[in-house]
């Protein structure tokens, strides 16, 4: 049978162009089934407050910094959403006086507008966030030099390359509204993937690249980044793609219950679990990597029950 139209986008794959009966499975998680869906290669942590569950995604940078070296240099890739993490990390740079001259950080992303890359001057813009909330915020003698910051630009050629430049331990990332890493959403239902969807080798052979957004994904960067006003956000965007992430040796995710809802913090970590990977959902596609750690604030984590508001 053919797949249904989206609900939100019948132009666009997405998650409800797959099966209700999957759906339903999902929704009915209970937390100590969302424990349960660990297996070899998917780890899924709970924490109890917001307080160590960021200062645990701020210890991922350092534990990965403190690994580099002149002849191993090591770096980490980072998300925008959430961003709660980026304060704590220099500060734990400069209370443990962690020297960065051989560390690297990969930029998850950027807005793409105009033909190029927004400016650091663009309110939205990721990379003035970075500096902003963490790099800037490091003390001069112990910042990593400029050349190992790695920002996605429009000519993705340098930040490819750079990917060779040093190990990346792990790659961080939130999940959207429409189930992405990064701005890997899902792709138009156009062309020959009208009636169905890349199949996952497809999808996990596309590098970085520029993207078209999902609506859902400009509504949600609104809300979460710009009051609401969707007439700000670019439609477009420069994202790390499948085959940056899979160059890391281990792929973090963190849910707080802000960036996505009760159902889809439940939906991929079951798709991941058992190995149900489809385009139509990104964030599944993860369950062909070998090293996936799915973390949740337990206050963030809802209930999929009808709830009248």
Same mark, same amino acid.
């Given at each position: 049978m053919p797949r249904p139209l989206s609900r939100i986008a019948p132009d666009w794959w997405d998650y409800t162009t797959l $099966?209700?009966?999957l759906i339903r499975d999902a929704a009915a998680l209970t937390e100590a089934d969302l424990a349960g869906l660990a297996r070899p290669g998917f780890r899924v942590v709970f924490y109890d407050t917001l307080e160590d569950f960021y200062l645990a995604e701020a210890l991922e940078y350092i534990t990965a910094w403190k690994q580099a070296t002149a002849d191993e240099p090591v770096g980490i890739c980072g998300p925008i959403g959430p961003t709660e993490q980026l304060p704590l990390v220099a500060r734990l740079v400069n209370e443990l006086e962690l020297d960065l001259r051989h560390a690297h950080f990969w930029g998850m992303d950027e807005w793409y507008d105009n033909g190029r890359e927004v400016p650091v001057t663009h309110p939205l813009s990721f990379e003035k966030a970075d500096r902003e909330l963490c790099f800037d915020r490091i003390r001069p003698a112990l910042r990593m030099p400029e050349a190992n910051l790695h920002f996605p630009k429009a000519d993705v050629g340098p930040y490819v390359a750079s990917w060779g430049t040093a190990r990346c331990a792990v790659m961080q990332g939130g999940q959207g509204d &429409? !189930?992405?890493?990064a701005f890997n959403d899902p792709l138009r239902r156009e062309g020959k993937? !009208?009636?169905a969807p890349p199949t996952p080798a497809e999808y996990r052979a +596309?590098?970085? %690249? /520029? /993207? $078209?957004l999902h609506p859902v994904t400009l509504a949600q960067n609104a809300r979460t980044s710009g009051g609401g006003n &969707? @007439?700000?956000v670019p439609? %477009?965007? &420069? @994202?790390v793609g499948p085959v940056q992430t899979w160059q890391a040796e281990k792929v973090s995710i963190w849910q707080a219950g802000v960036h996505d809802n009760p159902l889809?913090? %439940? +939906?991929t970590a079951l798709m991941i679990s058992k190995g149900l990977a489809d385009a139509s959902v990104p964030m599944s596609l993860l369950a062909d990597h070998p090293n996936v750690q799915?973390?949740?604030y337990r206050g963030g984590l809802g209930t999929c029950a009808v709830e009248m508001h």
């Open positions: $099966d209700a009966e &429409i !189930k992405h890493w993937y !009208k009636d +596309l590098s970085t %690249r /520029v /993207v $078209d &969707i @007439t700000m439609q %477009r965007a &420069i @994202t889809g913090q %439940r +939906l799915f973390n949740y």
